[in-house]
């Protein structure tokens, strides 16, 4: 089992959640989330005073996958969360333990 | 501009429409300090947003409950210690049977019994009861001192705000408010024109947000840490409030429904949205971006240089006073950085820069309108061939308000910081003036931090949600 998390841009969470829909994920979660990657952030101005905001606004999705999945959810966000300019974000997979599904206690691959 | 007299003298009947007016004036000039609260808080951080809507509103109830006691007296009493205070015997609890029964009258008589400015044959101003007069002075005794909470704004400590408030109102703005609008010097020997209170509202509160802000000293992390506006809409719907109830201000302070009364109403119209269009363009010009907290500093820095001079200008003179004043206060809002002192919410750079330009400018555009003011002359400004005179006279008006505020304002503030109850520490400052001086948060948007999904044990999920109270009053 894998959890597949990425960071997109805010307006793409809509695309990327259809994309994963049509792959038939079952489940996710999202977080709205800040941080700098290369594009750093901007500056406001507010008269006259200028403030750089470093951390700009970024979406999380986070996905458990069964281990034969995973490049295809990878693949999906990551065609779906493209725009080509930078702060596009990143996706990364990370090894998963132990699953349980509360309601039944179903545990591991039956429970993602 | 009304004139008092004192109540004996006074016979003329109550004339409804002026009347009818100066009530909706008086509520009108109200709206504006729960509108000032929206634009100041606002431009606050989000922890410190209820304790700045407080320092407002605060003033709202002390100086209303001052002014029934003692502040529309010694504001509109009869003239004390040549010209530098009002009686105290003359409107004490406001509710003596002589007084419930006068009528203002601006009119000749009343003229010639107090010495008043006001030419013979005038009518403005005239029939309106006192006590309505009272209560609309009070709205603007009670919007003065919020003015200067914005400077001050995140570090002071709300039971010390209030007792400066009550004992500023006392020594400042009463007094002041006599030279400027009763029976004092201002209006009545050196003759300055002021007609809603440039000199008495906006400089008079602009040099005591100076004054303080050298007082308390700078905010912990100021020009270190990002103190940017937590809600700008708030901004803009406060400064659109302000806008509102300017009409009150500006307008109402005719003390009648007349042609004067829609002059100012079209001055302060036309001067605010110039100003809008001033600090705009220079905000475009050197940030290369026109912001929406521009638009509304623009706006209120137009209203705050149109109000003394909105009855005394032509509509184009009234448009020339909002864009000098806009571009005027748009730049100066950076001078705090230049100079090191931290005034929050540019008090100084909007409120004393304004009131001084547009003061100041009656000098050059005083302008006489003839039929409109009812064969009433008004003085002539520089650009009208009225020569330097009025100018001067304007800048010792001007000037004197200013020396005076920032003198006393200074010395109440010192006590105040020196008895230890107007500076909050450090550590509640960094916590946020909600928590430590309320103990309350403006924004609990998170269900889950908030305790609304408190869940009683042994209840199935699918049951309403239900939250257990406690406290002192359930």
């Avoid at chain 2, 003359?90 to 007084?99: A, D, K, S, V, W």
């Avoid at chain 2, 907290?293 to 009234?318: E, H, K, N, Q």
């Avoid at chain 2, 540019?346 to 009656?362: A, K, W």
Wanted: aromatic share 10%; proline share 3%.
């Amino acid at each position: 089992m894998k959890l597949v998390t990425a960071i997109i841009k805010p307006f793409k969470l809509e695309e990327v959640k259809v994309a994963l829909e049509n792959l038939g994920i079952q489940g996710l979660t999202v977080s709205e989330v800040s941080g700098f990657g290369r594009q750093r952030g901007h500056t406001e101005v507010y008269r006259g005073a200028e403030y750089t905001v470093d951390l700009v606004p970024k979406v999380k999705v986070e996905v458990l996958v069964g281990g034969a999945d995973v490049t295809k959810v990878v693949d999906a966000v990551v065609e779906a969360a493209r725009t080509g300019k930078i702060g596009d974000g990143k996706v990364w997979v990370t090894e998963v333990d132990a699953v349980v599904r509360v309601r039944t206690g179903e545990r591991n691959e039956d429970a993602v | 501009m009304l004139h008092l007299l004192a109540a004996d003298d006074v016979t003329v009947s109550i004339d409804s429409g002026n009347t009818a007016w100066m009530l909706a004036s008086a509520a009108l000039v109200l709206l504006m300090t729960p509108g000032l609260a929206f634009f100041y808080s606002g431009m606050v951080r989000a922890k410190n947003s209820l304790n700045m809507l407080m320092m407002n509103f605060i003033c709202l109830a002390v100086v209303g409950v001052l002014w029934t006691f003692y502040g529309f007296s010694w504001a509109f009493g009869e003239s004390r210690w040549s010209g530098l205070i009002g009686s105290t015997k003359n409107f004490y609890g406001l509710g003596n049977p002589t007084f419930l029964g006068s009528v203002w009258n601006g009119g000749a008589e009343a003229a010639a019994t107090i010495g008043t400015n006001l030419p013979a044959g005038t009518t403005y101003g005239a029939g309106v009861p006192i006590i309505v007069f009272a209560m609309f002075q009070l709205m603007f005794a009670m919007i003065t001192p919020a003015l200067i909470s914005g400077a001050i704004a995140d570090r002071v400590k709300f039971w010390g705000w209030t007792l400066f408030v009550a004992l500023w109102v006392t020594l400042v703005y009463f007094p002041v408010a006599n030279w400027v609008f009763g029976t004092g010097w201002i209006l009545n020997k050196i003759r300055a024109e002021d007609f809603a209170g440039g000199t008495a509202v906006h400089i008079n509160a602009g040099a005591a947000a100076l004054a303080l802000v050298f007082v308390l000293g700078k905010r912990v992390g100021w020009r270190r840490d990002p103190m940017k506006p937590h809600n700008v809409p708030f901004v803009l719907l406060g400064a659109s409030l302000l806008w509102f109830g300017w009409y009150g201000f500006n307008a109402g302070s005719e003390g009648g429904a007349d042609g004067v009364a829609g002059l100012a109403f079209t001055t302060t119209t036309i001067a605010t949205c110039a100003a809008t269009l001033g600090w705009l363009l220079v905000e475009q010009l050197r940030d290369g971006k026109p912001t929406t907290v521009g638009a509304a500093s623009g706006a209120v820095a137009g209203l705050v240089a149109i109000t003394p001079a909105c009855a005394f200008v032509s509509p184009l003179g009234g448009m020339a006073v909002g864009l000098i004043a806009g571009m005027l206060c748009c730049l100066a809002v950076g001078l705090k950085f230049k100079f090191g002192f931290d005034d929050a919410l540019d008090v100084v750079g909007v409120h004393l820069v304004g009131g001084i330009t547009g003061t100041l400018l009656i000098g050059f555009f005083g302008f006489d309108h003839g039929a409109l003011a009812g064969g009433v002359e008004a003085k002539r400004g520089l650009f009208y061939g009225g020569g330097g005179k009025l100018l001067l006279v304007q800048a010792v008006a001007a000037g004197s308000v200013l020396a005076y505020s920032f003198t006393v304002t200074f010395i109440i503030g010192t006590i105040l910081k020196t008895l230890g109850i107007f500076r909050v520490s450090e550590e509640e400052e960094l916590m946020g003036l909600d928590e430590s001086e309320h103990a309350e948060s403006a924004y609990s948007f998170s269900t889950v931090l908030s305790g609304g999904l408190t869940h009683t044990p042994g209840s199935s999920a699918d049951d309403s949600v239900s939250s257990e109270l406690s406290g002192k009053g359930v």
